[in-house]
């Protein structure tokens, strides 16, 4: 089949409000990258970690097709078996002490191996502000997440998931963190947004970005909403 390229941001543009879906988080069972970061291995081994990062990065953001072909959608696992879900998991299991989680343990042994600690743009140096982190950032995202529910804030895009050719809803790459501590909390509803569709399953709705086409997907899009709240 072909499939039709359109920039996710154009794509988006057309369907608007229906891009965004409101969903049970613990309604979405597995996990797979957006497609082309499933090469991400072979970009870094050709052009460096920091150039080919830069280069998925660009690409993501400006060059990607919304319904790329292939079998991207196939290679999913459960989200379970995610670094950052199981390492919420224990932590949670770990409020009263978070001390003592799996998490905070490997973070302190890279703290004393390194004299630091990496957590996406935050580094740490001293034991203070490691426990700083977990108390105040990566609890507290838990507590607020069981407590408030699911707030969407102006400085965090909503988590991003991507459509399967039969039409099932899989977590992807950002907003991961939010994501896992929203299902481990059981948090009622989140909202999320859809980076990719596959093309087999705009052509099983007779879907597409024009005219009926495009009602026909939106009606579809509804219907995965109201299946995963």
Same mark, same amino acid.
């Not at 034991?127 to 995202?141: G, K, V």
């Not at 809803?169 to 991961?176: A, D």
């Given at each position: ?8 941001? !154009? ?11 409101? %969903? ?12 082309? /970061? ?8 050709? /052009? ?11 690409? /993501? ?8 072909? #292939? ?6 696992y459960p989200v379970e078996e995610l670094k950052t879900y199981s390492y919420l998991k224990d932590l949670w299991s770990c409020k009263d002490d978070f001390k003592q989680s799996l998490w905070y343990q490997e973070a302190l042994n890279t703290l004393m191996k390194k004299g630091y600690y990496q957590h996406k743009k935050t580094k740490v140096t001293s034991l203070q502000a490691l426990d700083a982190l977990f108390q105040n950032s ?8 069981? %407590?408030? #529910? ?33 299902? %481990? ?5 989140? %909202? ?14 007779? #879907? ?14 509804? !219907?995965?909403?109201?299946? !995963?709240?």
């Amino acid at each position: 089949m072909k499939a039709p390229f359109l920039l996710r941001n !154009y794509a988006k543009s057309r369907l608007k409000n229906k891009a965004i879906l409101h %969903i049970n988080p613990t309604k979405i069972t597995h996990y797979a990258d957006v497609p082309f /970061y499933q090469d991400r291995e072979m970009v870094r081994k050709k /052009y460096g970690k920091t150039l080919g990062n830069f280069l998925l990065h660009t690409f /993501y953001i400006h060059h990607s097709s919304f319904a790329p072909l #292939g079998d991207w959608d196939t290679m999913k696992y459960p989200v379970e078996e995610l670094k950052t879900y199981s390492y919420l998991k224990d932590l949670w299991s770990c409020k009263d002490d978070f001390k003592q989680s799996l998490w905070y343990q490997e973070a302190l042994n890279t703290l004393m191996k390194k004299g630091y600690y990496q957590h996406k743009k935050t580094k740490v140096t001293s034991l203070q502000a490691l426990d700083a982190l977990f108390q105040n950032s990566l609890l507290m995202l838990l507590s607020s997440m069981k %407590i408030k #529910g699911y707030l969407p804030h102006l400085n965090h895009e909503n988590p991003r998931v991507i459509i399967t050719r039969e039409g099932e809803l899989l977590k992807s790459r950002k907003g991961r963190h939010r994501f896992c501590a929203a299902k %481990i909390v059981e948090t009622p509803e989140i %909202i999320v947004e859809i980076d990719n569709i596959h093309p087999l399953f705009l052509e099983k709705i007779d #879907g597409g970005f024009s005219r009926q086409k495009l009602e026909n997907l939106k009606n579809a899009l509804s !219907y995965i909403e109201v299946k !995963y709240h």
